[in-house]
């Protein structure tokens, strides 16, 4: 078949969700794998449905993620006469045929076959009216589609690259609709053209197209195509195994991007719903690439699970240069209004230095601003817990204006330097280093975890870290009264 030459095809018609990026991304680690040619190709024949935006979003997606595509964005919709084309070839060979029958029979035979408990398949009702009625009703201007003819015995095969041989009976396929009345084509008649003016030698797709994969060989074999190879990645199911949906969280890219994960933690987390790379878990792009190939991808449905791709992120966060992660978290600082951008001088500098003290000890970048905000603004208010562990022992107050009267005068006011200070000091209290550390934090922060403390308080500088010190002893005798 020559070189691998594959497709990712996502309808414009909402966000790109996790499913169809994961079927995006194993098409393009098959293509770069194979040195072949991945191709994006937009399906947007549903007119109704379709929308320019979700276009544009599906690209800033796919570029985000950094899944870039060697030949496209190809368009179904300016393709309609090549569609119309094909679909009257198979009407001059006999093929396919024109089928006059009204919505509301069609509706009616729907029903009965609800009623008796059967599938609908249409009964071939129009297939074999003669030639002067079809010139009758066309003289009328009745509305009709086009259907293929689909054979009445036998069964088609598909060799199916994941799931090996899977059969249909032909019986179970009825005479689908391939132009429909408006003149537009069905997905299954234009997918199959598509594929063959591409050129594509792989079809990798989601499970749920392997029922569409039965018409379409048929469709291919009337219009004297060749076969592509195809293979159908496994489900993606929610944690209790049901269809994945909005109320197990996020589930499109773009919610991923506004929650504060990194394209190559989703990256990495999708390519291991359903692939089995091996023992490893944190892998690049370029290492799936060399290590990617269907016999390793699974049959059975992969398990959607949010606590290990935030897992996943966090170890990226510690991954990247701290630049790179500075500029990719700055629009969530700004968000939550802790900075408005640009910065310069000064400001610059200390966001780098924030940034740097935060990161490894959040999951995600809307975390880090989180974690942040007591570096930009007063804290008004401490952590429950903490109050009641650090805050409500005895002497805590004299002991935080002891720590305010210390730092006053430490020099140089450095790490090295407070650390020390405040380790004699609790040797000349008495009392452990946690003892005096541990309320230092809750005060100048509100709250018991972060990075350390002495790299706080030298962020926080001399005079911010005071004050705080002073009003948090202040607020535990006024508590205690």
């Known amino acids: 078949m020559g070189s691998v030459r594959v497709r990712f095809a996502p309808s414009p018609t909402g966000e790109l969700h996790i499913g169809g990026a994961r079927t995006a991304l194993f098409n393009y680690l098959f293509a770069r794998a194979s040195e072949g040619t991945f191709i994006l190709r937009i399906d947007d024949t549903d007119l109704e449905r379709s929308r320019a935006d979700y276009t544009e979003a599906l690209l800033e997606a796919m570029r985000w993620l950094g899944l870039d595509w060697d030949e496209g964005p190809y368009f179904q919709s300016r393709h309609l006469e090549d569609y119309r084309s094909e679909a009257n070839r198979l009407l001059e060979e006999g093929k396919a045929y024109r089928c006059f029958c009204t919505p509301e029979e069609l509706a009616a035979g729907r029903e009965r076959a609800r009623k008796s408990g059967k599938p609908y398949l249409y009964p071939g009702t129009c297939r074999e009216l003669p030639p002067e009625k079809i010139e009758a009703r066309l003289q009328e201007g009745l509305s009709h589609v086009l259907r293929l003819r689909i054979p009445a015995a036998g069964e088609t095969v598909v060799d199916d690259l994941i799931r ?94 506004s929650g504060g994960y990194l394209p190559e933690a989703l990256i990495n987390y999708m390519a291991l719903l359903g692939w089995s790379p ?29 606590t290990k791709l935030t897992w996943m992120n966090g170890q990226y966060m510690r991954l990247i240069p701290p630049e790179r992660l500075a500029a990719e978290a700055l629009p969530f600082y700004e968000a939550t209004g802790l900075l408005q951008a640009p910065l310069k001088g000064e400001a610059e500098a200390y966001y780098q230095r924030v940034a740097a003290a935060v990161h490894d000890r959040v999951r995600t970048l809307a975390e880090m601003a989180d974690a942040s905000t007591y570096f930009y603004r007063e804290v008004d208010s401490y952590d429950a817990k903490g109050v009641k562990k650090h805050f409500q022992k005895e002497g805590s107050a004299a002991l935080l204006r002891r720590a305010a009267g210390l730092l006053q005068t430490v020099e140089p006011f450095t790490l090295d330097s407070i650390e020390a200070a405040y380790r004699s000091l609790s040797e000349e209290l008495g009392i452990s280093a946690g003892r005096l550390i541990h309320p230092t934090r809750l005060a100048v922060s509100g709250r018991t975890m972060g990075p350390g403390l002495f790299e706080i308080i030298v962020l926080l500088g001399r005079e911010r870290t005071v004050d705080r010190l002073t009003r948090a002893a202040l607020w535990i005798e006024q508590e205690q009264r």
């Open 164 to 257: 090996g041989e899977v059969r249909f009976s032909n019986r179970d396929l009825d005479d689908f609709i391939i132009i429909k009345s408006n003149g537009q084509p069905t997905y299954n008649f234009a997918s199959v053209v598509d594929d063959e003016t591409l050129k594509i030698t792989d079809v990798i797709r989601a499970e749920e197209h392997l029922s569409n994969t039965p018409r379409q060989q048929i469709c291919l074999e009337a219009l004297g195509y060749r076969k592509p190879r195809y293979a159908h990645v496994p489900m993606i199911l929610a944690p209790d195994r049901s269809k994945l949906s909005k109320r197990h969280g996020a589930t499109s890219v773009e919610e991923f991007r």
């Open 278 to 306: 091996g023992e490893e878990e944190i892998i690049p792009l370029s290492t799936m690439i060399a290590l990617f190939s269907l016999d390793r991808v699974n049959k059975t449905a992969a398990i959607y699970d949010t």
